[in-house]
């Protein structure tokens, strides 16, 4: 279970110690039960949201804080990672010089814009889910996120020069987890909604917009790392949750 522990203390402020010593295979392991760490928090949002919703509280209040509490949970580590990925891939210097934009700490134009608007995406999506009862479909936003992770480290991505956790976790994945992780979702997502053919159209979207994204990076900043790995969890969460509501 050490990859379990290590990616609760990854991933997660929860109070959950990793194990002492941690390289490729750990990180590895921890990288895959990432969806299920992504059912505990989408869980959590989800349970957020409802008693948000008993208190009286509108949906549109509840879906922000619901954003606002997974944010918290993961350190503000995913969102950090979307603003400075959207910040590299709207420089226009080489590889090397977005990297540089992505380390420097801060969050110009193009990070604030996609912050913006993938919080906003998210935090509506959400009220709308939950203002009509679906809570699994909060739920499997946030897994699909983590999915989206998973089948980024799939063997054959290499990691950034320079890059700290993306050198842990780039190409530790098989085939298997991803779509094996992919596979459990698409069987989830038909029973989220009233309309069975909705979700997985919503997961199948989300993992290709990812799968897109990755390949884009991987070329502009010559390998993966983690702030692309966050960028991919914001992205994923935020278009499941949108296209599970085109049919209230």
Sequence with gaps: MNGLRLALSWL????????????????????AWAPVVGALVGAGAAGLLWALGALGASWLLAGFVAVAGLALITRGMHIDGLADTMDG??????????????????????????????????????????GAGHWLAVVLAVVAGRIAV?????????????????????????????YGWGGIALVAAVFATGHWWLGPIAVVGALAVSARLVRHCVRRFGGLNG???????ELATAVVAAVFTFAL
Excluded: H, N, W
């Design 12 to 31: 997660t402020v929860l109070p959950v110690r990793g194990p002492e010593q941690v390289d490729r295979g750990s990180a590895g392991r921890a990288i």
């Design 89 to 130: 891939l709207g420089s226009y210097g080489p590889p090397e010089r977005a990297r540089e934009i992505m380390k420097s700490g801060g969050a110009g134009p193009f990070g604030v814009a996609a912050l913006v608007f993938a919080i906003a995406v998210q935090a509506i999506s959400f009220a709308a889910l939950a």
């Design 227 to 233: 702030d692309v790995l966050g960028a991919v969890v």
């Design 150 to 178: 998973v089948l980024a480290c799939r063997r054959g991505i290499e990691a950034a020069p320079g890059a700290g956790f993306g050198a842990l976790v780039a190409g530790t994945q098989s085939p298997v987890a991803g």
